[in-house]
């Protein structure tokens, strides 16, 4: 059989604009997992409500495309705060599960607000990167998926500087390691669990704006967050790299599926290969391995 | 008032009802179920069936969930897995009723030990994960296995009949779902007064001293997760005799947050709080009909918000259960009796 090569790099190019935002999605929930040990599942809920919110700038209100994401993006981050603080602070010390379970209930209280707000309809986000194609080569991409990957490659290597270079983010690290030290050495310990879960929320809402512009909005659209999940867990939950890596692997497994099985396979194909990371490698590519004493 | 209760032997002290008063009040709530048939209408035995089917779904989340300490969010599609194999069975062979829930059940303690497979590398919120895994991985399953499931139209059930009595509405399949209820529940009941159900709490308080005591950390886990599955599939099973068509939408992801919000607001870890949890997480959504159904005058587009707004509703129990009354309903329940049993005294 002639296997088309071009049709083949065409579909690989999307898929990496596609993997940049499962990538990005993964860095917002790998930071609160670092941070505060929270695995939150709402997190494409706050996706969700980021794009909602950016619709509401530019449709409803009018504002041209770079203050609407400006806007969204800083509500998203007051979303994340707002969590945190309401719901998240008060379960400190709980087990691990319980909270897990909240943020399936803040999740589930996202989606039902956001369909009253905006309705259940799905509609598609305002226009606002152009349509001419672009060619890399002879093979063409959209130009949504180009300006995707780039602004979603431009603020995860921001992340990384942050957490490298500055005060609050070499805070954020000091707490992941050792939360009594952290404490110990004078970290507002609190206040980074705030900060964390506000940068997630802004790093959500920005996805959830980049994968409003490809795929249109929804109140069902947090199913990303699920496969944002599967990314975390297959590059290990606390692991930057990690997510990197494993957005990379997702978005080309589900892309490569969708093409060339059927779009149904999709799904399938991104949970078995959570099914397998967890089999035999539970702690993900680059994860910690916990070791559990008596 | 009560003074106390004075026990005499270890088998006293291990029954299940042990006071006198609990068991009166356990024998009028058995009279108030079986007259309740003769008594109500159309609706509120629907209602009652529809409990019934939640109260064994729970009861098996809660025992996996609960007293082993495993998060699943896979109990709807084992639900699905259970009616799938019941309408396969009663649609395409035409076997019993009784056998074709038996049957649903053991088929999705298979499935359900499969899925727990995992949880010989991984626990707590990985082990979620996995089951969030399988939970669409079913799902595909159900739409795609065409010539079995039948793809996205479904199957459609005959109705139960045992006995050569045909069961077709509420009023009938009460006489059956009811009693499998009740059987289950105090079966689950019994389970953590043996050895097997011991393991299992022993494995949620901590399982690596589990693990030291000579339970064998595996084999208990799948058994948890069989056992969980098993209620899972007799509930499914119900559910397809009781709605009588069986699609892959009927199971979505939202209904397995359901049977842990169910879980959560009844309280993990007590038999009762299944129950108190599956009968007020159904009724909720009916109390919310109602009061939309109230406000529809004053409001012209309140039945468009009822499905949003039982979304909220549904996470907000979560959330509220889970921050400010952890051990739920039947922590209140404890409460309220401990405060008759003291009074007039100081609670």
Redesign the interface.
Known sequence: MNFDWLFFSEVTLAALGNSALLSLTGLAFVLIYKATRVVNLAIGEMLMVGAYLFFSFTAGLGLPAWGAILLAVVGGALLGAAIERAVIRPMLGEAAISVFMVTIGVGSVLIGLTEIIWGAEPTALPDFMGKAPIFIGDAYVSRKVVIGFSVAAAVIALFLLAFRFWRGGIALRATASDQAAAYSCGINVPAVFSLAWMFAGAAAAGAGILVGAVGGIAPTMGVFGLSALVVVIVGGLDSIAGALIGGILVGLLEAWCGTYLGGEYKMLATFGLLMLVLLVRPYGLFGTVEIERL | MRIGTLKESYAADEALFDTRTQKVWLALFFLALLIFPFTAGEYWLYIACLVAIHVISTTGLNILTGFT?L?S?GQAAFMGVGAYTVAVLEARFGTPTLVNLIAAGFVTAGVGALVG??S???K???L???T???S??LH?IF??WTSVTQGVSGINVPPASVLGYEMARPVQLYWLILPVAVLMVLGAANLFRTRIGRAFIAIRD?D??AE?LGIPLLRTKLMSFALSSFYAGVAGGLWAYFFRVVTPESFPF?YS?FF??AV?VGGMGTILGGILGAVFMTLVPEVLKLGVGLLSPVLPDAVA?L?????????????GF??FE?HGLAEIWRRTRRFFHLWPFKT
Do not use: E, H
């Open positions: 300490g998060v969010l497979l995992p010989l590398r991984v707590g919120l990985y979620a994960m996995a969030i895994a399988a669409f991985i595909f739409a795609n901590r690596i001293s030291v939202l947050i842990l919000a959560i918000i499905s949003p707004v039982r979304t909220i509703v549904f996470g907000a129990l979560i959330v889970l921050v952890p």
